[in-house]
């Protein structure tokens, strides 16, 4: 039962990968639906044994590595967390070929896509089930390759293009860094599985190591990197920038990726390190710092934003801020929690997104829509329902995962806890206010868009109708039925997956956290879903007047520009390495050392050398032994001067010099 949950994906990748053409685009949007769909069958099977039932599952299939004390196997590991993430990555991933089906149906090339999304659940299932922290980044490479085809979708489109690069050298230096973080694991522990790692890891606790001539705590340093690679994947603050950008790819991709599965592989690999952040406190409280400052940074930028997609991008982004503080805080089954209800009610908006986009035939720009609310009364209404779970309407499943954790953040009762909670429930205001313009701006306010385009707009109540109404009812209640089951206090339901540092545990002191600070983020998110429906459907004319005065226009630039990161970025580091790639790296050393040591250098050199010594053969006995002779004393002085002067004499200086001769020698023959 489980080998089939994660390999089902990757036969259907591979018979619509091989056999697209042969089976036709019905036939692949089949049979990567059904597979995905019986995926999910599993995973429920799953989830019931091992999360409700507590059996713990644990598969070898192979040895992958045997060399030395490096032994990898080919292994699955089945813990409450794994069922998890498997019931989300299937749930969501099932929807989305469901979607696709119409969505991409004037494709000509809808094969290839739905084995590009069959490859990348294949991918995630192999990430969030291995045992190993190799077979995981095996997994976490693979997602990384299938964002950059699935944005790239569009191949002939050069943004697409330029967001796929964007993307993969971003989520590479990110990579970069776990890699490093696996290499110190195992240097140290001479083991990369998740198991012995955990047992290994009080025994590291005051040890250190010598990095760039620093001792470091062992513990701290693995954890940076691996925080670092999941900065990268889940786009928190400083490598955020691909994000956004990768909205060019088809908007089920924007569903699937970035929205509920592959920005999450961060935050669980947070949370499956638990048993090394729990001893490193330092590295925790930095967690804590940048996950907050992402969820603030995101809500803001995404207030001013006017492409229907990229709105929803950022939300993401600051979604999964508070899911990164969250863990930073030690809170990490709210932060599971948190994002499994994120990823239902995400989807939703994504997929509803593009249900309006296919209506207003392609439009994405909210200003040049109004009035659709009549039009498209279905689509609407789901949109209704993923911008309140989004905003953490009560009741609905965004409440009982974000208010859960502010209240969290709250009860910790530290500078590092206070400040992510104040930044939190501030950016839980603005993402009421921008939740609810986008409901505005789309919706409620008169059209303003082409009377061809809105005048025709329609839905068909079809495979997007049903894959909308799967995700709505989740959105809903998800929450309400899994709280208790998942967060309840006192509950164990993550047992020996998630660990947590019984002195830094604190649940039962956010339950006497004052009313006050518990009924805060949800006073202030009713607060700016109100004052946005007030503005921008009775009193636009203050909204205008804001933006045009003197400190409106600063801000709006300021927020528009998604604070000057791209700018800093393309200038200071883009640029920079262009023009070091061209004047430094092209035509010094390729042109220079290169071509000097090699081809017009070396070559030459021996070439004119022996036209030298041929013209030098005169025939004569008596010029050989003459040469013989000199060359013999020569060599019987080197080595006397050699004896003398070995202690005071550095070879490599000699070496240096006559590099030096043989450069000067050549440019002067030149």
């Known amino acids: 039962m489980y080998i089939p949950l994660v390999f089902l994906s990757l036969i259907g990748f591979c018979i619509t990968g091989l056999f697209g053409r042969q089976i036709g685009p019905k036939g692949a949007a089949a049979l990567t639906t059904s ?70 149906s004037h494709d000509p090339h809808l094969p290839r896509f739905m084995s590009y999304l069959s490859l990348f659940t294949f991918f995630m299932l192999i990430l969030v089930t291995a045992d190993n922290f190799i077979q995981m980044f095996l997994g976490w490479e693979g997602v990384g390759l299938c964002s950059y085809l699935l944005i790239n979708f569009w191949f002939t489109r050069v943004q697409a293009n330029k967001a796929a690069i964007k993307a993969m050298i971003l989520n590479r230096i990110g990579d970069f860094c776990l890699i490093i973080g696996i290499l110190v694991i195992f240097i140290n522990y001479k ?43 889940s786009a928190q603050l400083g490598l955020h920038t691909w ?13 699937l990726i970035h929205a509920a599965t592959m920005v999450t592989a961060g935050v669980f690999l947070i949370a499956r390190s638990s048993f090394i952040y729990e001893h490193a406190s330092h590295i925790l409280e930095f967690i804590t710092l940048l996950g907050a400052a992402t969820a603030f940074f995101a809500s803001s930028v995404g207030l001013v934003q006017n ?39 995400k989807a939703l908006l994504f997929l509803g997104a593009g249900a309006i986009i296919h209506a207003v035939n392609d439009e994405q720009d909210m200003r040049k829509m109004g009035g659709l609310k009549n039009l498209v009364p279905f689509t609407y209404s789901v949109m209704v329902i993923g911008s309140l779970a989004l905003i953490g309407f009560p009741f609905l499943a965004g409440f009982y995962s974000k208010d859960l954790v502010l209240e969290l953040a709250y009860g910790r009762y530290t500078s590092y806890s206070h400040f992510s909670y104040y930044l939190g429930t501030f950016g839980a205001f603005l993402t009421a206010f921008y939740s609810t313009r986008l409901l505005c701006l789309t919706f409620l306010v008169k059209p303003n868009g082409y009377k061809s385009v809105i005048g025709f707009s329609q839905e ?27 967060v309840g206090v006192g509950n164990d339901f993550f047992g020996t997956a998630i660990y947590v540092n019984p002195k830094t545990l604190h649940v039962f002191d956010a339950e006497f956290t004052d009313f006050f600070y518990k009924i805060l983020p949800v006073t202030l998110s009713l607060t700016g879903a109100g004052l946005s429906f007030f503005l921008y459907n009775f009193q636009s004319n203050i909204l205008f007047s804001l933006k045009t005065s003197f400190i409106g226009r600063k801000i709006y630039t300021f ?70 002779l000199t060359t013999l004393s020569v060599l019987i002085c080197f080595r006397q001067i050699w004896i003398i002067f070995e202690y005071n004499i550095d070879y490599r200086s000699i070496i240096i010099v006559f590099i030096a001769l043989f450069f000067i020698t050549n440019n002067n023959n030149k």
């Open 559 to 628: 927020l528009n520009k998604k604070w000057f990161f791209d700018k800093i970025y393309n200038e200071c580091f883009g640029q920079f390495f262009f023009k070091f790639g061209y004047s430094m790296s092209y035509k010094s050393i390729d042109r220079g050392v290169f071509e000097i040591m090699g081809p017009t250098g070396l070559s030459s050199t021996a070439l004119k050398t022996a036209y030298q010594i041929h013209e030098s053969q005169t025939k004569s006995l008596y010029h050989y032994t003459l040469i013989i």
């Open 35 to 104: 597979c995905l769909f019986m995926s999910l069958l599993l995973s429920l099977f799953a989830f019931y044994e091992v999360g409700l039932m507590g059996s713990f599952v644990y598969i070898r299939l192979a040895t992958w590595v045997s060399s030395e004390v490096l032994l990898i196997n080919w292994g699955f590991m089945f813990d409450s967390l794994t069922v998890v993430m498997c019931v989300v990555v299937t749930f969501v991933s099932t929807l989305v070929h469901l979607y696709s089906i119409e969505y991409m």
């Open 243 to 255: 994000l956004p950008d990768a909205m060019e790819g088809p908007t089920p991709v924007s569903a």
């Open 191 to 233: 083991s990369v599985d998740y198991t012995t790692v955990a047992a290994l890891t009080p025994f590291f606790k005051t040890k250190t190591v010598n990095f760039l001539n620093i001792d470091f705590n062992i513990l701290s340093l693995i954890g940076i990197f691996l925080f670092f690679g999941a900065v990268g994947k």
């Open 460 to 486: 068909t109540f079809s495979n997007i109708s049903i894959a909308l109404c799967c995700l709505a009812v989740p959105s809903i209640f998800i929450g309400f039925y899994t709280k208790d089951l998942i």
């Open 307 to 345: 492409d229907l997609k990229r709105v929803i991008a950022y939300s993401t982004c600051s979604q999964l801020g508070y899911m990164v503080f969250s863990c930073g805080l030690s809170d990490y089954s709210a932060g599971i929690f948190h994002l499994a209800n994120h990823a239902f009610f």
